[in-house]
């Protein structure tokens, strides 16, 4: 009954109470909306509303007047929610809307706005028309325009607004790496492994001769698996806990990975996840990518003619490794620290190309938010 006595809060707003929302489908969300708010909040002294289906959020801690909290659950309190939803403006990274049970209001003319929680393109990552409902989308960069563009015309879509946004992720990684300078004695050599969900990921393919290929070579590891594969893979998981888990150079994260092993760690090993690309940008050098097959959400994928970003560049920001030569890792790894200054010169471009307004996503997403909320009064 919480969320609903909390959706009774929140729906007893006065309007000008209301006027920007964020919604939070997970604790990951705010890894996008952090920036953002702060900029809305403390820079423009603007009030929001964050309404989170997390229970615990660490939003109800938050000390900023500016921020009402309100948690609706992820059941009928939500829909309900969504339904009936009474504000200017709504922002969120969680894509399908209107696809499912997840609809626009159909009480007010609500202006959504869709934040990227990846940097990789649409139509390989997302379900088709997963954005197709959104009004503004806050893209990360050129690709995101061009595959909207392109998918609009192709099915006839209306077309959106489009920002030229950033990623407000990596924004607050590249702040908060200057907060670790110094490798602790207790992360030297650390690799973290974070594969993807889905069939055939690394993992599964090769997951056990990995770690025990690198643990044998005398480097830590910390592996985080996409929260998906406990549930899709529990043998494999439990193989792995039996086979590592009293290493004490081995580390199974289950959750968000602390700061201070993943601003401190040597390498970062992956095969298709969105997080390699926020890596790769953050350090300046490349990653391991073992070649598994790319996963696929959408099976209108190839209606888009444009490569994805994430196939353009990978070759480029990484090393990309086959599953069956998994021993010539540990080389690499040792002589990453010998990574010259080409290669750090060639990632920066290519971060400069790939992602809008590094370090001031928030200005101009805030700037736009703020012109939105005087326009709509303007028109009264």
């Known amino acids: 009954?919480?969320?609903?006595?909390?959706?009774?809060?929140?729906?007893?707003?006065?309007?000008?109470?209301?006027?920007?929302?964020?919604?939070?489908?997970?604790?990951?969300?705010?890894?996008?909306?952090?920036?953002?708010?702060?900029?809305?909040?403390?820079?423009?002294?603007?009030?929001?509303?964050?309404?989170?289906?997390?229970?615990?959020?660490?939003?109800?801690?938050?000390?900023n007047p500016k921020i009402k909290s309100f948690y609706i659950g992820n059941g009928a309190a939500r829909t309900k929610f969504f339904l009936t939803l009474k504000s200017k403006i709504l922002i969120m990274d969680m894509p399908d809307l209107n696809k499912f049970h997840i609809k626009r209001s159909i009480k007010f003319p609500v202006h959504y706005i869709y934040i990227f929680h990846s940097i990789f393109s649409i139509h390989s990552y997302l379900r088709h028309g997963a954005?197709?409902?959104?009004?503004?989308?806050?893209?990360?960069?050129?690709?995101?325009?061009?595959?909207?563009?392109?998918?609009?015309?192709?099915?006839?879509?209306?077309?959106?607004?489009?920002?030229?946004?950033?990623?407000?992720?990596?924004?607050?990684?590249?702040?908060?790496?200057?907060?670790?300078?110094?490798?602790?004695?207790?992360?030297?050599?650390?690799?973290?492994?974070?594969?993807?969900?889905g069939n055939k990921n690394l993992l599964e393919v090769c997951g056990i001769e990995l770690i025990d290929i690198l643990l044998k070579s005398n480097f830590k590891i910390l592996l985080r698996p996409h929260f998906r594969i406990f549930d899709d893979s529990p043998e494999l998981?439990?193989?792995?806990?039996?086979?590592?888990?009293?290493?004490?150079?081995?580390?199974?994260?289950?959750?968000?990975?602390?700061?201070?092993?993943?601003?401190?760690?040597?390498?970062?090993?992956?095969?298709?996840?969105?997080?390699?690309?926020?890596?790769?940008?953050?350090?300046?050098?490349?990653?391991?990518?073992?070649?598994?097959?790319?996963?696929?959400?959408?099976?209108?994928?190839?209606?888009?003619?444009?490569?994805?970003?994430?196939?353009?560049?990978?070759?480029?920001?990484?090393?990309?490794?086959?599953p069956n030569n998994l021993e010539e890792i540990p080389t690499f790894l040792k002589n990453l620290q010998k990574n010259d200054h080409n290669v750090k010169e060639q990632i920066r471009s290519i971060r400069s190309k790939t992602v809008y307004n590094i370090g001031n996503s928030a200005n101009v997403g805030a700037k736009y938010i703020q012109e939105l909320i005087e326009s709509n009064y303007s028109e009264k």
């Open 131 to 197: 954005i197709d409902h959104y009004d503004t989308i806050f893209c990360v960069g050129e690709h995101h325009e061009l595959e909207i563009r392109e998918t609009e015309k192709i099915y006839k879509l209306k077309a959106k607004k489009l920002i030229k946004y950033g990623f407000g992720r990596l924004d607050s990684l590249i702040n908060e790496k200057d907060n670790y300078p110094e490798i602790l004695s207790d992360t030297k050599n650390l690799i973290l492994i974070v594969p993807s969900y």
């Open 237 to 322: 998981m439990n193989s792995i806990k039996e086979n590592f888990g009293s290493n004490p150079d081995f580390i199974l994260e289950t959750g968000i990975i602390p700061s201070k092993l993943f601003f401190n760690s040597l390498c970062m090993i992956s095969d298709w996840s969105g997080i390699s690309l926020e890596y790769v940008f953050t350090f300046e050098h490349q990653v391991i990518f073992i070649d598994v097959p790319k996963k696929n959400l959408n099976s209108n994928v190839n209606d888009i003619s444009l490569e994805p970003i994430e196939i353009q560049i990978r070759d480029k920001i990484g090393k990309i490794v086959s």
């Open 1 to 63: 009954m919480h969320d609903w006595k909390e959706l009774k809060r929140f729906e007893s707003l006065k309007p000008d109470q209301c006027l920007i929302v964020f919604y939070a489908e997970n604790v990951a969300s705010m890894n996008h909306f952090k920036l953002l708010i702060l900029e809305l909040t403390e820079k423009m002294n603007m009030s929001i509303c964050y309404v989170t289906s997390v229970k615990n959020d660490p939003i109800f801690s938050s000390k």
